[in-house]
């Protein structure tokens, strides 16, 4: 089952790559596990591993009272922040993609591996944090268990938008 999910952010915007895959011989992107940049997603991991799931559950009314995406000074960097934009899966999930004003909403080759998100170890939350200017603005979408095709091989473009 496939949900594009679209909400807007007035947040900034300036994409900064952090890879978070790697071509396998297949020829295919498979995920590793990402070094955390957000400080509060950093703090959550270490959270889990000490006190266990009811961290996670802790952080996910956390996020109901304060909204997302999560945005985070960078220390000693005034013109970017981290943002970081989350997913709760309530089912199982393979794979979440941010579309976004980021990367033009582009779906290439050169660009999948950079919008991926990734799920945080041990837990149903999925996230990807980018590093943007401050005073950027920009829209975004999810798309939950997406095809991960390429737009240079996409027949159709409309049938990965949308929703179920």
Same mark, same amino acid.
């Given at each position: 089952?496939?949900?594009?999910?679209?909400?807007?952010?007035?947040?900034?915007?300036?994409?900064?790559?952090?890879?978070?895959?790697?071509? =396998?011989?297949?020829?295919?992107?498979?995920? #590793?596990?990402?070094?955390?940049?957000?400080?509060?997603?950093? +703090? /959550? !991991?270490?959270?889990?591993?000490?006190?266990?799931?009811?961290?996670?559950?802790?952080?996910?009314?956390?996020?109901?009272?304060?909204?997302?995406?999560?945005?985070?000074?960078?220390?000693?960097?005034?013109?970017?922040?981290?943002?970081?934009?989350?997913?709760?899966?309530?089912?199982?999930?393979?794979?979440?993609?941010?579309? =976004?004003?980021?990367?033009?909403?582009?779906? #290439?080759?050169?660009?999948?591996?950079?919008?991926?998100?990734? +799920? /945080? !170890?041990?837990?149903?939350?999925?996230?990807?944090?980018?590093?943007?200017?401050?005073?950027?603005?920009?829209?975004?979408?999810?798309?939950?268990?997406?095809?991960?095709?390429?737009?240079?091989?996409?027949?159709?473009?409309?049938?990965?938008?949308?929703?179920?």
């Amino acid at each position: 089952m496939k949900r594009v999910v679209t909400l807007a952010s007035f947040c900034s915007l300036f994409l900064t790559s952090f890879l978070l895959f790697t071509p =396998s011989v297949s020829g295919k992107y498979e995920q #590793t596990q990402p070094e955390i940049q957000s400080p509060r997603l950093i +703090r /959550l !991991a270490q959270e889990i591993a000490t006190v266990g799931q009811e961290a996670a559950n802790r952080f996910r009314h956390e996020v109901q009272q304060h909204g997302t995406p999560l945005i985070e000074p960078i220390p000693e960097d005034q013109k970017h922040l981290w943002v970081t934009f989350l997913w709760f899966a309530k089912e199982p999930v393979r794979n979440v993609v941010v579309f =976004s004003g980021l990367t033009n909403n582009a779906y #290439t080759r050169a660009v999948l591996p950079d919008i991926q998100m990734t +799920r /945080l !170890a041990g837990t149903d939350i999925w996230f990807k944090t980018f590093k943007v200017r401050n005073d950027a603005r920009f829209t975004y979408q999810f798309s939950v268990n997406d095809s991960l095709i390429p737009e240079e091989d996409e027949s159709d473009d409309n049938a990965r938008r949308a929703a179920d």
